[in-house]
């Protein structure tokens, strides 16, 4: 289950390695234990108890998606 919540503490993103200060809005996996930051628009599908991760266009996918880079899935 996906979290999202305030950092108590400082820390690095799970999936890029990008740093982030205490108090910063982050996404916490509970059953991997790991912390993110989440782009705006992701997406996450479970896949066979897997977590898979999309980023999707804030305005819903395009007309020319995926191909345009707007979204992945």
Not at 3 to 29: L, Q, W
Not at 31 to 57: C, D, H, M, S, W
Request: charged share 20%; with cysteine; hydrophobic share 30%.
């Amino acid at each position: 289950m996906i979290k999202t919540m305030h950092s108590k503490f400082a820390g690095r993103c799970s999936k890029t390695g990008a740093p982030f200060k205490a108090g910063t809005v982050i996404n916490y996996d509970t059953k991997t234990r790991r912390a993110f930051l989440a782009p705006e628009g992701l997406v996450i599908i479970y896949n066979e108890g897997r977590p898979q991760y999309f980023i999707r266009n804030p305005r819903g996918r395009c007309i020319d998606a995926p191909c345009c880079g707007c979204c992945t899935i």
